[in-house]
């Protein structure tokens, strides 16, 4: 059995995502990281209370990520958008490596242009860290029928 993480990109760590997260991994043993109680600066900019080196210390120990997010302005919430586009500057970034990703987005009935977004960039994170998609949905009946973690 893997050792699984619940990553909560939205801002409100109580909300629909991390409700639709909580419903998904229901059975299933699982750890959950909040982004939202971590500190993280925009690609380029460096200052001392940054704080993405600390998010990957449970990342480093699972074998598969759970990341869920809001659908914002058409894409993934700012918070999950501004990790990924950490990770080009990051030596961390290679734990990811051979991970399971199993990723959702909620959102009030997204466009078809929009799930087309989310998805182009979730295939090239994980074309670029090397991780295993192993499940990709969009909205609470995508993610009821998509495939759980073991």
């Given amino acids: 059995m893997s050792k699984i993480l619940f990553m909560n990109t939205s801002p409100d760590k ?39 080196k600390e998010m990957f210390i449970p990342i480093k120990t699972a074998d598969t ?11 993934v919430g700012g918070l999950l958008k501004t990790f990924f586009d950490r990770l080009y500057m990051l030596p961390e970034a290679k734990t990811l490596r051979g991970k399971k990703l ?14 087309d977004t989310i998805e182009y960039l979730i295939k090239n994170v994980c074309r670029v860290t090397e991780m295993e ?17 073991e």
């Fill in 14 to 52: 109580n909300g629909n995502t991390f409700q639709m997260g909580t419903d998904y991994l229901k059975g299933i043993k699982y750890d959950t990281l909040q982004m939202a109680d971590y500190k993280i600066y925009q690609y380029g900019q460096v200052f001392e209370d940054d704080q993405i």
């Fill in 65 to 75: 990520l759970v990341i869920g997010s809001p659908v914002y302005w058409y894409s």
């Fill in 102 to 115: 199993y990723f959702f987005a909620q959102g009030e009935a997204p466009s078809q242009e929009a799930v």
């Fill in 133 to 149: 998609l192993k499940g990709f949905a969009v909205g609470a009946s995508e993610l009821n029928h998509m495939e759980k973690p």
